[in-house]
């Protein structure tokens, strides 16, 4: 196996690794060292909690199953002390599966759906969890990352998914979650890695991870990305490159600095999927899937594109002032720059003979309507400064433990916007959107348009955030602890939109001040050391002048919306984790999600905030070594959703994107001397793809398949996707199943690392 790679880059396991006494806090106790390695411990309460060991191990040898993590609190806390169900993507699960982007890692994850958003990049998706957008609820590191841009996970080390509301730490959004990345960071152990993948559809991708030892407390780490690959969608090449440098500083000090930027380039496609069939064309009056090959593209491979490039650079100070006090300084400058034309296609309601299209009409006279959208071509400017503040205390009353957690947030974000008119003949009067129409069998996308492209709307928001929290795990008895904490976010929104071309006002400006108290609570019993059950109950809001980047929750300001308060969501959680003394983890949740206050659409077009629309379900987790051998990582979601209080249209329907069922397994099993095989099947009970349930993704299982072969300073690795060459879908445009994006036919890969 390749050893010359750090573990977790945690700052505890840090603490460890440099071979220091971690007396703060009563590490000692808490994470036990070999024998061979252990520090002096001074003397601790034989009662102490006793945390799993921290084990040193490469990135092909961690465990699928994790035992701790900060997402959920801010504090490295073991999983079965967080009442709140978390799904956490180990980096080991992402090599096994040579997945490169945030949407294949989050394949792992049930209860995520998937729709495409304003801007059509299929990269660029909506997600849902547990049938609420999650769109602006992504973060890196525990900081919100606010961009549109096509996220990659070459630097990334796990992806964590805390489901429910989450406003306590997060803040605003949050409904069903947040997905949050955590990045590759330095450490004190040298690692010097590349890899390459070469597959079918041209696939070429370039990756490397250097990690230097600068001293017994210093480190530096750089990661990279080339990427020059075609696609199954589109005729168009995919292109990325990136790269993300640290420095670390103090690393087992009291004072820890650790300094990183990431860069990331992409040239993408706009792709808002393919056709459906028309309801005239179904004669059933709902919506029906493309029978068409995955691999049939229906924009315009001489115009579509969409150029992101993302700077993000991150200063990070922990601080450990005493043995219970410790304080972290998170800084964040972001900058997401985009350039976007993008093409709509739908089922043309006349035949190629100009004919009504009906039930009967063949599907070789069918044809595509193709608009080069105006309205979705433009460049992007936005950016962001965040700070966030945490002081962390360890206090004792009588026999209480606590860990109490402080914080205050500064942020302030920005969207700029520029919209371009497109018009194919200027000479006319009014604007004529570049059109043409294809076979909806066997599309041309090397149709060549002619058209101007001007400046035509300035769009300007900015959302400013000053928030307050505090937090109190608390640790009653060895059997008996809680966590509770309230949040106080004081957001301010404002927003306008005036003529590119002279600047002078178009709408605006609007402006709205929110004052949001948020909450969590959770009660945790643990009848054994490898038993927990929790009980938990958390909200959070989403605004009106909410700056989500992406689909129906970045609703930003207008003349509807401006007097509004906030929608209010609340989740409620009964779950239990159990673990097994041969590395096994089986975690399970019953749970509630509800938007209330939502904003409903009246008939005389006026909004009001009487809307309401909730999901009921259970969530399983399976994760850890099945044998010695033989490593599992598994999940499954039953939902049920209802819409409860909405317009007549789609009152008592099913949300979109709540499957009945979804799940998956991912297992690997290692013969011996290098060699490891495994797979994994994937699946849903399918999903409406629109409130008003007139159209569905069917149901699909798909199977994935993986074999390789790895010594101390290699690794060869196969892997094939949708091995069955299964035809599926992953989602369609928001709230309208007139077009619906295919998941990839079978593709192979060939990943080659190299330890140097």
Not at 185 to 211: C, M, S, W
Not at 385 to 395: A, C, R, S
């Amino acid at each position: 196996m390749i050893r010359n790679t750090p573990f977790r880059a945690r700052p505890l396991a840090e603490l460890i690794r440099a071979g220091f006494a971690p007396t703060a806090f009563g590490l000692a106790a808490a994470f036990p060292l070999p024998a061979t390695a252990q520090a002096p411990a001074p003397a601790t309460d034989k009662k102490e909690t006793t945390l799993p060991e921290v084990k040193v191990k490469s990135a092909i040898d961690q465990d699928y199953k994790m035992d701790a993590s900060s997402t959920a609190t801010k504090t490295e806390t073991p999983l079965r002390d967080i009442p709140q169900f978390i799904n956490t993507i180990p980096e080991a699960v992402l090599r096994a599966q040579n997945a490169t982007s945030l949407q294949e890692a989050l394949r792992n994850v049930p209860g995520v759906s998937y729709a495409a958003g304003e801007g059509g990049t299929q990269a660029n998706q909506v997600f849902y969890l547990r049938g609420f957008p999650a769109g602006g609820d992504i973060f890196i590191d525990g900081v919100r990352d606010l961009g549109e841009y096509n996220r990659d996970v070459f630097a990334v080390e796990s992806v964590e998914v805390l489901k429910g509301p989450s406003a306590l730490i997060f803040g605003r959004g949050s409904t069903g979650g947040i997905i949050n990345q955590t990045s590759k960071v330095p450490g004190i152990v040298e690692r010097k890695e590349v890899a390459f993948t070469y597959g079918n559809f041209d696939k070429r991708r370039l990756t490397a991870d250097y990690n230097a030892n600068l001293g017994d407390d210093r480190g530096a780490r750089l990661v990279a990305l080339y990427e020059d690959s075609g696609s199954y969608r589109y005729p168009q090449d995919v292109k990325r490159e990136g790269f993300a440098p640290s420095f670390r500083f103090g690393i087992g000090h009291p004072l820890d600095v650790t300094l990183s930027h990431y860069y990331l380039k992409t040239g993408d496609v706009t792709d808002y999927g393919q056709p459906s069939l028309s309801p005239a064309a179904t004669g059933t009056g709902l919506y029906a899937m493309p029978p068409v090959s995955p691999r049939n593209y229906y924009g315009y491979a001489n115009h579509d594109y969409a150029d992101h490039t993302t700077h993000i650079t991150t200063a990070r100070i922990d601080w450990r002032i005493s043995r219970n006090v410790e304080l972290r300084n998170t800084t964040r400058l972001a900058k997401y720059e985009r350039s976007v034309e993008a093409t709509i296609a739908t089922l043309h309601n006349l035949d190629a003979n100009g004919a009504p299209v009906m039930a009967g009409t063949p599907l070789g006279l069918l044809q595509v309507r193709r608009n080069h959208d105006t309205g979705r071509t433009r460049d992007n400017d936005d950016g962001a400064i965040i700070n966030q503040t945490d002081v962390t205390w360890k206090l004792r009353s009588g026999g209480v433990k606590h860990t109490l957690l402080t914080g205050l947030e500064l942020s302030r974000e920005r969207l700029d916007r520029v919209n371009f008119a497109l018009d194919a003949d200027p000479t006319q009067p009014g604007t004529q959107a570049p059109t043409s129409f294809t076979s909806f069998l066997d599309p041309d996308p090397s149709t060549l348009l002619a058209y101007t492209k001007t400046p035509n709307v300035h769009a300007l928001a900015e959302g400013k955030t000053a928030a307050a929290y505090v937090q109190d795990q608390i640790e009653f008895s060895e059997r008996w602890k809680a966590l509770l904490g309230a949040r106080f976010d004081h957001y301010k929104a404002e927003a306008r939109t005036e003529s590119a071309l002279t600047g002078a006002g178009i709408t605006g400006p609007f402006s709205r001040t929110e004052k949001m108290w948020s909450y969590r609570a959770g009660l945790i019993h643990q009848p054994t050391a490898t038993q927990s059950c929790y009980l938990s109950v958390g909200n959070s809001y989403n605004p009106s002048g909410e700056l989500g980047v992406y689909g129906q929750n970045g609703t930003n300001l207008n003349p509807v919306n401006e007097d509004l308060s906030p929608e209010r969501n609340v989740g409620y959680e009964l779950g239990a984790t159990w673990d097994f003394s041969h590395g096994m983890q089986l975690r399970a949740a019953i749970f509630r999600n509800e938007k209330s206050n939502a904003r409903k659409l009246e008939e005389d077009g006026s909004t009001l905030l009487t809307g309401k629309r909730r999901v009921d379900g259970i969530e399983v987790q399976l994760a850890g070594y099945i044998l010695p051998n033989w490593e599992i990582y598994s999940g499954v979601a039953f939902m049920d959703g209802k819409i409860v209080d909405a317009p007549d249209n789609i009152v008592g329907k099913k949300p979109l994107g709540v499957a009945e069922v979804a799940g998956n397994v991912w297992t690997v099993y290692r013969l011996g001397g290098g060699w490891e095989i495994g797979g994994g099947v994937r699946g849903t009970s399918g999903f409406w793809l629109n409130d008003a349930n007139t159209g569905e993704v069917p149901a699909a299982v798909v199977v994935d398949l993986t074999a390789a072969y790895a010594k101390d300073d290699y690794e060869i690795r196969l892997n094939v996707i949708n091995a069955s060459d299964k035809t599926y879908y992953i989602g369609g445009y928001q709230n309208n199943p007139n077009r619906v994006i295919p998941g990839e036919p079978r593709t192979y890969s060939v990943t080659f690392r190299y330890n140097f």
